[in-house]
Structure formats: structure tokens, C-alpha cells
């Protein structure tokens, strides 16, 4: 919303725009030393967090091998660790050692490489909007680079470049490659995992859908749990909280679909930045700026790849706000409408945003909880005991919340 309200075919002055906003510290705190230093500050503290973060993840790791017995064996997904970048790192982790101080409960409890993603995709548009203001609005008269703006864009080309790789090619290829694993040894084994819940495959990432939604979230009623809540969910917790970040509000047919919103922030940031030169000029980059918008937002009314329909409309919801404000940001260019509009507009628009991303950020955890809510409800119902065995809790489990692969396949 900020990059729309600041764009250099808006109609405020380009001093306003290139250095005194206070609204593009939302893509980056270093905005107001400038384009470059947004650039360049924004890639370095990402680097510096990932960086401690992978540290902090290495030496937790190194302290409990070595406190681990010499003489346990442990299985490897060989296939699996084989084709991804992630998966070979995993490959000393096995779900065949019953204690929890094993590679992929390290990394659950510590939420890598989620929170680094996270942390990625969340200063990758500041670092596109501080180097296309830096190609765009050069600080010297003669309008060529300094040094120090040639080495933010090298700086900014660089690190989102490393960005796009690693998240597709370390975090989402392995994601990938565990769901269509599980998917396969489901097809081909649908009675093995029910039978061996502590199998070499339950520690992969899997999308199981809920059976009795009506059952397991009770007292919501059923109309509103089939539109606000999710129609299933990715487990196990220890790869979902570990990796499974990127895919996690998806559907499993249309987990690509993380890479859309991302992209289209990013276009977004590039046609914020453009000087269209004249009055024409910026019609046509605010004009393929709405066209963005409206393409996304088409595709997200008629995928609704989410997992709950109401997050897919509540997307849709935000991109027709945005669409209204960059809309409104062109009349306004044109006198046809003031700016105190546009501006009022801005604040209902960020304040309906915020409210949708708080229906984002609770849902999961309204889910859980109602999900752990009906097992027990049902468990107490059936007679069963928290003190039963595994297996007879996996089968509880499978029969309340998991419909057979083949349905999502």
C-alpha cells in the first residue's frame, strides 16, 4: 500500500518521494538515509539474521551429537536426501531414534528456515524499491551513479537474485519433493502408514484433509467453520513448523501459489519506481499497474488456493482495496480527485488490511486448538485413555481428521 502512495507518478514532489516518506519505512528502516542505503541495509541485515540464525541452528546441533550415544544407527530417506539441497543437509536425521534431539526437532524448535524466509520475503520488495529508485532518480546532477549507488544496485541485484534461489531451489524443492513422496507411498501403500504410523515416511510433509469438519470443530457452527476454516492440514508439525512455512496457508493442489503474491510485490515495487516521463507515461505504468493487480486478484477468486475460502476472499478483498487506491491516485494526478481523499482512503484501506492479516495470523491457531478440542471431546465419547497406546491414538487420529491420499491426489 505504501509503494502505491509513493510512486513517482504520484502527485506529490520528487524531493517527498525520494527521501522524506515516512510511510517506505514499511519496506525498509533505512529509507530515510536514502535509496541506496535502503538498498544496501536492507540486504545486509537480512544476511546478518539468516547468517545467526544458521549459526545459532550449527552449534545447538554440534552440542547434542555430541551428546549422543556412539552406537544408534540411524535411517536414511535416501531417495529424498538425494534430490534436494535441503533434504541432503537433513540427511544424518531419521525418525528411527525415539528421542527428540535429532536434526528435524532442532529445526522445528527453532523454525528454520521458516522464520528466514519469512525475513527474506519481507525485505526482498524494500531492496527492488531502493534500486529502481536509484536507476530511476540518481542523486548526482548529471544523472549518472555515484559509487556509492553502484555498489547498493550491485549490492541489491545481488542478494535478491541469492534470495529467489534459495528459497525456491533450497526451502520450496524439498517441500515439493516430501509431498509428492507422501503422496506416492500413499497411492501405493494406503494401508501402511495406518498400520506403521512411526514409518520412515511420517516425518515428511503431507496435506491431510478433515473428515468431519462439523465433529472436529465444534460449537462453530458448520457453515462458518466450512468458510472460515480450513478444509485441511499439513502435517507433520515438526516439518510444517521446521520448512513447511512457505506452503502452509495453501491447499496441496495449488501449493505453487506461494510464489504469486511475492511476485506481484515485486512488479508491484518496479512499476512504483518508474518515471513515466509525462502525463501519458504515467497513465500507462498506472494503467499496467491495475492490470497487475487485477490479474492477481482474478486468479485468486477463481483458484482460492488457500486453505480456508475465507483467507482466498479476504486476498481478494485486499487487492480490490489496493486497485481502488492506485486508482485513486490517478484521478487524483488528473485534479479529479484531492489528495486528502486519496490519503483517507489510504488509512481505511491499511486499517481493513490489517484486520484481514489478523484473520490470517489467529486462524492456525483457532485450528489447532479446536482440532485437539473434538479429538479429545470424541476420545472421552469412544472411552478411550490419554494413556493408550500410539498406534490406537494414530487410528483415532486418521479416523477423525484424514481422508484417504487418493482423494488429493
Known sequence: ????????????????????????LALSPFSPLGSAWATTGNSLLCCVLV?????????????RCRSKTSGRKIRQLQSLHATTLLG?????????????QTRRHVLARLRFPNASVAMVLLVVPGVVRGAIDVVVMPSTDGGTLSTREKVALGVGVVFVTLAVCVVE??????????VS??????????HRNAA?????????????????????????????????LPKGSWESAAARTAYGGVVSVFDVRWRRAWVVLPSANIVIQVLSGVDGGSAGGCDAVQSVTLLVLRGVCAFMAYARPHRALLASYLVCASLVLTMVTALLGLLCRHGAVSSDAVSGFGVFASVAMFVFKLYHVLMPIIERWLLGRGSNVVRAATGKSNRDSPSNLFH???????TDHKEVS
Open 1 to 24: 500500500m505504501c509503494n502505491l502512495r509513493q510512486t513517482v507518478c504520484s502527485a506529490t514532489s520528487p524531493t517527498q518521494q525520494r527521501e522524506g516518506s515516512v510511510l517506505l
Open 51 to 63: 547468517g545467526l540464525h544458521v549459526l545459532v541452528i550449527r552449534t545447538l546441533w554440534v552440542a
Open 88 to 100: 541432503r543437509w537433513l540427511g544424518d536425521d531419521g525418525d528411527a531414534v525415539p528421542n527428540k
Open 169 to 178: 531451489f533450497g526451502v520450496y524443492r524439498h517441500v515439493n519433493a516430501e
Open 181 to 190: 513422496l507422501s503422496l506416492s507411498f500413499s497411492v501405493a501403500s494406503p
Open 196 to 228: 506403521h504410523p512411526r514409518s520412515s515416511h511420517s516425518c515428511c510433509l503431507r496435506y491431510v484433509c478433515h473428515q468431519c469438519p462439523a465433529k472436529l470443530f465444534r460449537p462453530v457452527p458448520s457453515v462458518l467453520s466450512h468458510i472460515a
Open 396 to 402: 483415532l487420529r486418521q479416523s477423525l481428521l484424514v
